[in-house]
């Protein structure tokens, strides 16, 4: 899955970025109080994009 594609997704759901860092971006859910990072690739593996979801408590894409 892209990058863009992902954030656009957890941005829909509530969630916003903490910071930037160099190989990785920190994401915030205010709702669960619950953070994740997010890599800085262009590409992400869905089971990673999963897995990032379930740590910031929203649904993955495609099974909303």
Same mark, same amino acid.
Request: proline share 6%; aromatic share 2%; glycine share 6%.
């Given at each position: 899955?892209?990058?863009?594609?992902?954030?656009?997704?957890?941005?829909?759901?509530?969630?916003?970025?903490?910071?930037?860092?160099?190989?990785?971006?920190?994401?915030?859910?205010?709702? =669960?109080?619950?953070?994740?990072?997010?890599?800085?690739?262009?590409? $992400?593996?869905?089971?990673?994009?999963?897995? $990032?979801?379930?740590?910031?408590?929203?649904? =993955?894409?495609?099974?909303?």
């Amino acid at each position: 899955m892209k990058r863009n594609q992902v954030l656009k997704h957890l941005r829909r759901h509530g969630c916003v970025v903490s910071r930037e860092g160099k190989k990785h971006t920190l994401i915030w859910n205010p709702v =669960a109080q619950l953070g994740a990072a997010l890599p800085r690739h262009n590409e $992400i593996k869905d089971i990673l994009v999963t897995i $990032i979801c379930r740590e910031l408590d929203i649904p =993955a894409p495609g099974k909303e």
